[in-house]
């Protein structure tokens, strides 16, 4: 900004700028995905602040370069607590800073939890849609039942307008009962059932966004013939389940760290072999949807930083066009 200013969004602003635009932001992460595949970003790994003895929280730098028509850098600072929601504050909590990339200098500052629930949901929505050849199924399954799973809800109704039925667990009852009601108000029937073993048998596509640090899930066996799990929280699976299955991810280098159950499985076989193909090769046509039609196919996204600033690109400049945010003039120091 010329006068050395920064724009400021806050939650409010950018639930607002991205209402109805599930369509919008699933292609702009769609063309994010395909500008990474073809080397047109710079991802560095994602950095996890930990804290002594303590294997629950975390705070995650996640920073990156998009070209490609984009043209935009910054960077995600997210925090995950789940013992915040015994105190009636959210899970996550973010700020993303988005700097020019001709001065190097801070544009903006946007609440990014907001943004990072919705690249996440329409990175699995997309998934979905993609694999599927866009035929919806006949029933969705939802484990966990936080912000992520509202928001991927929310985009499978835009992504796959047909489905109708929906599956709900959660280890929390009331909280499942209210993400049921919210999808019946939406217009889904909506069934909360005593254990995911349900889900997974009745669902040809199940979302798992839980705060699971390990796998709990030793098998998919149970699960219908050609089913697609969305495995957004990427630690749920055993890794035997993971090399049962036609594995997509969105970057092999950066999911098979941090102990996700991709990274379990590379450490149990010693190599990447069985990941079949990224979600940018199946958009670009390089690679098919499925392996075949009756191996479950497991999608898991590590989320990537270009998602947030692709995302946050399309809200800031919607964002300018509206008039919209609050510019604290004078932010950064006069140049010498």
Known sequence: M??????????????????????????????????HGAGQ??????TFLRFPDDDTNRIIALPAFLGDGFQVAGMKWIASFPGNLQRGLARASAVMVLNSCTTGLPEAILEGSLISAQ????SAALAARTI??????????????????TEIAR???????????????????????RFAA???????????????????????LVSFATTA??????????CPPGAVILHVSLRDLAPEAILACDNVVDDV????????????????????DFVRCTLAEILEGTAPPRKDERTVSVFSPFGLGILDLAVGQQVLQRARAEGRGITIPSFLPHPC
Do not use: K, W
């Open 253 to 272: 280098d950066h999911v098979s760290r941090a102990q996700t159950s991709i990274h379990l499985a590379e450490q149990l076989t010693g190599s990447r």
């Open 119 to 122: 690249r996440t949901a329409a």
């Open 155 to 177: 985009f499978l109704r835009a992504a796959l307008p047909g489905v109708r039925r929906a599956l709900v667990f959660d280890l929390d009852p009331d909280r499942a009962g």
């Open 2 to 35: 010329s006068d050395n200013g920064i724009l400021i969004l806050t939650a409010g602003e950018i639930e607002a700028l991205l209402a109805g635009r599930e369509e919008e932001v699933m292609d702009v992460v769609g063309r994010a995905y395909r500008a």
């Open 182 to 204: 919210a999808l019946r108000e939406a217009g889904s029937e909506a069934e909360v059932v005593p254990d995911l073993d349900t889900v997974l048998a009745t669902c040809p």
């Open 213 to 222: 640090i390990r796998p709990h899930v030793a098998h998919l066996t149970s």
């Open 41 to 46: 970003s710079s991802l560095p790994h994602s």
């Open 132 to 149: 599927l050849g866009g035929a919806p199924p006949a029933a969705a399954g939802f484990i966990g039942t936080g912000l992520i799973n």
